[in-house]
């Protein structure tokens, strides 16, 4: 439900947005059923025991809570999500997957369902919540999305930081040019396959454990405030008109 402090989407948002992320989520999934059927059969042939899907809560529109649904392209041990995706914890064809973003056709269902959009933020783990802070909470005023400008802006190469002032900045000015610049940029983003982690290199750290270092280093920097007599003044004197102060 939309918090009273927060303005009504605009005619763009509900109705112009909506429609073109109906009819571009139908097109993709019926152009692309056949990679649909090849990545489903791909995962089961991989892993025969693992489940096809991932599914993870996440926060939407207003902080409301989703299920996303992918392609699972981790081992099947490791995909509880607690573990961050790198080369050692993907199998096979999920490397394959992943690389060519097809992990995330499922989630054009999302789309048709209204929980999620084209472009907008992407949508994060749900404990993550509360280590927002109030700025980036105006994220949360838009429908997440499958692509974004944190997507085609250095993809996992941004810091949290970036991202999310990358997210409040379209949250803010959203509109239909800003959709359709970042909506082709993405194809872009996807063919060159730019700012995939590679072999060897470790993910983004995780948010919360980012915030709670920010937190340590900012309580660290506090200098207590601890006067110190004049030089021509006793201590015993400044101390006692200190107290009386």
Request: include cysteine; proline fraction near 8%; aromatic fraction near 12%.
């Amino acid at each position: 439900m939309r918090p009273d402090n927060v303005p009504k989407p605009g005619f763009y948002e509900r109705v112009i947005k909506r429609a073109f992320d109906i009819v571009i989520s139908i097109m993709a999934l019926i152009i692309l059923s056949p990679v649909t059927l090849l990545c489903a059969i791909a995962i089961k042939l991989d892993d025969i025991h693992g489940p096809i899907f991932f599914r993870q809560p996440r926060n939407g529109r207003y902080g409301e809570v989703f299920e996303v649904v992918k392609f699972r392209t981790m081992k099947r041990e490791l995909c509880d999500g607690t573990v961050c995706p790198t080369p050692s914890t993907l199998t096979r064809m999920g490397r394959i997957i992943r690389l060519l973003s097809l992990d995330e056709i499922p989630q054009f269902f999302t789309i048709l369902t209204g929980k999620m959009s084209l472009i907008g933020p992407r949508p994060l783990l749900v404990h993550y919540y509360e280590w927002y802070n109030e700025t980036e909470r105006r994220g949360f005023n838009v429908r997440p999305g499958l692509t974004g400008r944190s997507q085609i802006n250095g993809r996992a190469n941004l810091d949290w930081d970036k991202r999310f002032a990358l997210d409040v900045e379209y949250a803010d000015n959203i509109s239909f040019w800003l959709d359709m610049k970042r909506f082709f940029k993405t194809f872009g983003v996807i063919l060159s396959h730019k700012d995939v982690i590679p072999e060897g290199e470790e993910p983004l750290e995780e948010f919360s454990e980012y915030r709670r270092k920010q937190l340590r280093q900012k309580e660290s920097a506090v200098v207590p405030f601890n006067p110190q007599p004049p030089e021509d003044m006793p201590e015993e004197v400044y101390t006692s008109k200190s107290v009386q102060a």
